[in-house]
């Protein structure tokens, strides 16, 4: 793997960002509206029942962490997309960047631009609602790599299901959060849900850390064994989802399909 | 007795060897056995009518589409063993593939120059845009540029890695004359001066003529024709290019040597 063509992916970003400052809104606008949002909500069910449990915790925390993943997964989608945008394949495809190095390039994209959100969302809520990252203790290290690991692997699937269907079915690409947060039990326990339900959840690697989370808050702690089994279930999803992406890719080459690459409709 | 080491070098491979290659896809044969070659230096044109097989062919040289058989080689190099290597010798340009309106010309040159890991990138760029007098329009988005500006942009990023071989599909299309003469004279020096090869698609057949030392001319994915670009047409009864191109293009089976 050459790293320069990997940081060629993520220079390019920085450019756009830089000769495009409304790029950098949504990495920032859309979490504090999130976080302000949900901070207040928290306050006011905090100022109902002085001795109930904590919502800065589950609510406000659980918002700051599901809001990390789904930068996460879009920052990857959103680095792929600027080349679905400007039709760049051929020539970026014609040179001698390998499709490890791509996807390699569209992750380290993705890690610049989550952590500027990540950042914007920690002060907000550290200084606006006094939530802080700490609060949560080492665990909190492992919530935010479960989580990370998984925004990656959804990310790169999400990229080769475009790559597969067309620039028209992008459209899929956005909802996929809001239609995992039910399973993933962001803000309610697991146990709430149907079998069916739970039986999804045991597969989502966010599923463990909202329940590590709502444990924490209980005064109870976080396993570190499920903490491990949720980071191995992500990273055996990223091996899954590069594998698909990889075989979506030669299927494309073979099919003509990336020579041919252009404003279709989802096929 | 002494030994010349001349008689030790292996002869250079050619820039490009196509070998047989065939592709059928999307319910039709693009491309049935097309062979050809390339030396360094040299400018071969692609020819012939629409669907005739000319960007497939391009494609699948710059291993965007694979063939069901047959082999591309690159200065040496297998496409389908060593792609990075094969494709680090190469560059392409062609109007359906833009650069990125997006960013600036300097931002693209960077761009591309990084993929194709150029050790002293910026260096490189700003000698490709003082080269293509493209300074002043350095901090300029390439989708704010007009047609000729963006062909000049396309062509430096087509030198940025100095390319053994550069496929051009079709690069005057969208230019006035002047631009296009102005490109073509470019080409020509690169060819002359550098030793790139090119393959050349065009529809434009004094362009041919002027510009190409050997052409195929293609029909229904095979190759029917192919010599010096201001003999072939006396070659086959003909009063020019454009009149052989127009009679291969009616009536294909009719024409050609692989008829």
């Known amino acids: 793997m050459n790293p320069r063509r990997v940081s060629a992916i993520v220079l390019r970003q920085i450019d756009l960002m830089r000769s495009s400052p409304t790029r950098v809104v949504p990495l920032v606008a859309w979490v504090a509206i999130d976080i302000v949002l949900w901070g207040y909500i928290t306050r006011y069910l905090g100022s109902l029942s002085a001795h109930g449990p904590d919502f800065t915790l589950t609510l406000l925390g659980a918002v700051l962490l599901w809001d990390f993943f789904g930068r996460i997964m879009q920052g990857v989608t959103t680095a792929f997309f600027e080349d679905v945008w400007s039709r760049s394949f051929l020539n970026l495809f014609a040179s001698p960047i390998s499709v490890s190095e791509y996807v390699a390039g569209l992750v380290a994209t993705s890690i610049l631009t989550s952590l500027i959100s990540l950042l914007v969302m920690l002060l907000l809520a550290r200084f606006a609602f006094g939530l802080s990252l700490l609060a949560f203790g080492l665990p909190a290290a492992g919530f935010l790599a479960v989580l990370f690991l998984f925004g990656i692997a959804l990310g790169i699937f999400a990229s080769a299901v475009v790559l597969r269907l067309g620039p028209a079915s992008e459209w899929l690409v956005w909802p996929i959060p809001a239609l995992l947060s039910p399973f993933a039990a962001v803000f309610y326990p697991l146990h709430v849900l149907p079998q069916w339900m739970q039986a999804v959840a045991h597969v989502l690697p966010p599923a463990y850390v909202f329940e590590g989370l709502r444990a924490l808050a209980a005064g109870r702690g976080v396993e570190p064994g499920t903490l491990l089994l949720a980071a191995l279930l992500a990273l055996l999803q990223i091996a899954l989802a590069l594998g698909f992406f990889v075989r979506v890719f030669r299927g494309a080459i073979r099919s003509g399909l990336l020579a041919r690459y252009s404003a279709e409709s989802v096929a | ?259």
């Open chain 2, 1 to 259: 007795m002494p030994v010349s080491n001349h008689a030790r070098v292996p002869p250079a491979p050619p820039a490009l060897e196509v070998r047989d290659i065939a592709k059928r896809y999307a319910g039709k044969t693009a491309v049935r056995g097309i062979s050809l070659r390339i030396e360094a230096g040299e400018i071969v044109g692609l020819l012939g009518p629409n669907g005739a097989g000319k960007t497939t062919t391009i494609n699948m040289i710059l291993g965007l589409l694979a063939p069901d058989a047959g082999q591309v080689m690159i200065a040496g190099l297998d496409l389908a063993r060593q792609r990075a290597a094969a494709l680090a010798q190469v560059n392409f340009q062609a109007s359906y593939a833009p650069l990125p309106g997006n960013l600036t010309v300097r931002q693209n040159l960077l761009f591309f120059g990084r993929l194709y890991a150029l050790p002293d990138v910026v260096r490189r760029v700003d000698e490709l845009l003082e080269s293509f007098k493209l300074t002043a329009l350095a901090r300029t988005r390439c989708g704010l540029l007009s047609s000729g500006e963006q062909a000049r942009v396309a062509l430096a990023k087509t030198l940025l890695n100095r390319p053994r071989l550069l496929l051009l599909d079709e690069p005057t299309s969208s230019l006035d004359p002047a631009t296009a003469d102005d490109l073509r004279r470019m080409i020509r020096d690169m060819a002359t001066g550098n030793g790139c090869a090119v393959l050349w698609t065009s529809h434009n057949m004094l362009e041919v003529e002027q510009v190409c030392d050997h052409v195929l001319l293609l029909a229904q994915g095979r190759v029917l024709l192919q010599g010096n670009p201001r003999r072939l047409a006396a070659e086959h009864g003909d009063a020019s290019l454009e009149a052989l191109f127009i009679r291969i293009a009616r009536e294909p089976l009719a024409g050609g040597e692989g008829a």
